[in-house]
């Protein structure tokens, strides 16, 4: 999971899965949560949520993406989403788009 500089660019180590089309995001072998490319740096870079103690997305198992939109879920079985690029992220109670991985309850 740790990223080496090599003589032509950034490698992200020991990556099981990979998703994206412009914006790229890759779950590592210790389950950290990495993104690239359009409208982001373009070194793999952690995603930072609030929801999580350390600050980092972590503990990711699955990973899809959808029209700009990164969807995965955690060990606990937690749903999240977060968007990328032009596309919308998801509003909360107030209505203002949230930038940053966004947990839904899907017992609601």
Known sequence: ???VSG???IYLGNVQQIEGSSTYCAITNDN???CWGTNLSATPARVISSFFEEGYVTNIK???FHLGTAWFVDQLNRPMGTGFNYHST???EAGAFLYEPYFFDLQE
């Open 1 to 3: 999971g740790e990223q």
């Open 7 to 9: 003589n032509d660019g």
């Open 32 to 34: 950290d949560f990495y």
């Open 62 to 64: 699955t990973l899809g």
């Open 90 to 92: 998801f509003p909360n």
